[in-house]
């Protein structure tokens, strides 16, 4: 299986406010709080890291979560994210030529 | 500056909200009394405005359409403003814009709350569904949905504060950073326009009827996304959306905001302020 890339669209406002990430879609207002675990996703998405890494390097050594555990809720928060084209996925790194970046993956 | 062809006999009459003035320019007089009436209070110097709209009437059409959805849309630099009982265009840059309407009141005080949250997003500001008081020096906004209690409250207000609003209330952002609420002619079912006066928020309060008074703590991620529910604005564009995200976010770490759960009784105000 393929590595999935994923980076944050432009089209958002983000801040974080009272120990809290909150985003808003700035095409259709949706609004999201992320938790910890969410926000840490956010803050690494950098379109250049890998999730698999995102989540072995990042998530499991800041959180008591098996590797697999972590890889299935990051799975459904990035695709949950996506829906509302507030994360941009990719099966290359953002930014190569052949990257096909989709907000729905 | 794009330049408006102005009719030569056409007068003009200045409203001034939140310290910002806008110059209602019309060549009929009839439609200018009716302003200096109902803006009275809101009257400023017509000589040289901060921001011009010129008005031109047509026979009204029935119906009227003022229940239509209302449509703000980015063309290029300037606002398209549209709704059943009016048309009109707005260029922030440009600081003037037009409005078609028939001689009512409605259509102008729509375009005017419009007109004023787009100048109020690039300056860190807001309007917002809540009352709002002066009583000892200080602000006090009462926000909520329809129904939550905001004229309700106002109506129990003791003599010794002032009203602002009882339906919209006109947030700015001044230097440093400190908010302050100002007057509005803006009326909800009180029928009754704000007074002209400004001060300092000292809090903002979510309002919820229920069986005792009672001021619990908001959590700013929490506050921000309330007052998110409550801010009127009515432009589909990325880029206004993402101001007003961040205006909210910023009241909210700056101003408290609490959850007041009240019955509706005089003895609230002795909590408020």
Request: with cysteine.
């Amino acid at each position: 299986m393929g590595e999935t890339y994923i980076a944050r669209s432009t089209a958002i406002a983000a801040r974080m406010i009272g120990g809290e990430m909150m985003i808003m879609s700035a095409v259709d207002s949706t609004f999201f709080t992320l938790n910890e675990v969410a926000t840490l996703i956010w803050q690494s998405a950098d379109g250049q890291t890998p999730l698999s890494e995102i989540v072995t390097k990042r998530i499991c050594e800041d959180f008591d979560v098996t590797p697999e555990e972590a890889q299935r809720h990051a799975g459904q928060f990035v695709t949950e994210l996506a829906q509302h084209g507030i994360l941009l996925v990719s099966d290359q790194p953002f930014g190569s030529t052949t990257s096909s970046a989709s907000p729905t993956p | 500056m794009t330049g408006l062809p102005q009719a030569a006999s056409a007068s003009m009459v200045s409203i001034q909200i939140g310290g910002v003035s806008v110059g209602i320019l019309s060549d009929n007089p009839a439609f200018l009394e009716m302003l200096e009436r109902r803006y009275a209070g809101f009257l400023a110097a017509a000589d040289r405005p901060d921001f011009q709209l010129e008005v031109r009437l047509h026979e009204p059409v029935e119906p009227a359409g003022a229940d239509e959805d209302l449509r703000v849309t980015r063309v290029g630099e300037s606002w398209l403003l549209e709704r059943g009982d009016f048309h009109a265009t707005w260029n922030s840059s440009a600081a003037r814009g037009t409005v078609f309407q028939s001689n009512n009141p409605y259509a102008i005080d729509s375009v005017l709350r419009i007109v004023h949250t787009l100048i109020l997003a690039r300056r860190g500001g807001f309007l917002v569904h809540a009352a709002s008081m002066i009583r000892n020096r200080f602000a006090f906004l009462l926000a909520g949905v329809s129904g939550a209690g905001k004229t309700t409250i106002a109506r129990l207000a003791p003599a010794d504060a002032k009203l602002l609003s009882d339906e919209i209330s006109y947030v700015v952002r001044r230097e440093a950073g400190q908010y302050w609420a100002c007057g509005t002619p803006f009326a909800g079912e009180l029928a009754r326009i704000g007074e002209n006066l400004t001060a300092p928020i000292k809090t903002l309060f979510l309002l919820e009827q229920g069986s005792k008074n009672r001021i619990t703590p908001v959590a700013s991620a929490d506050a921000a996304r309330l007052l998110l529910r409550n801010i009127l604005f009515f432009a589909a564009d990325p880029g206004m959306v993402k101001l007003v995200f961040q205006s909210a976010c910023e009241f909210a770490e700056k101003v408290p905001v609490r959850r007041l759960c009240f019955v509706p009784d005089q003895r609230v105000w002795e909590m408020i302020g």
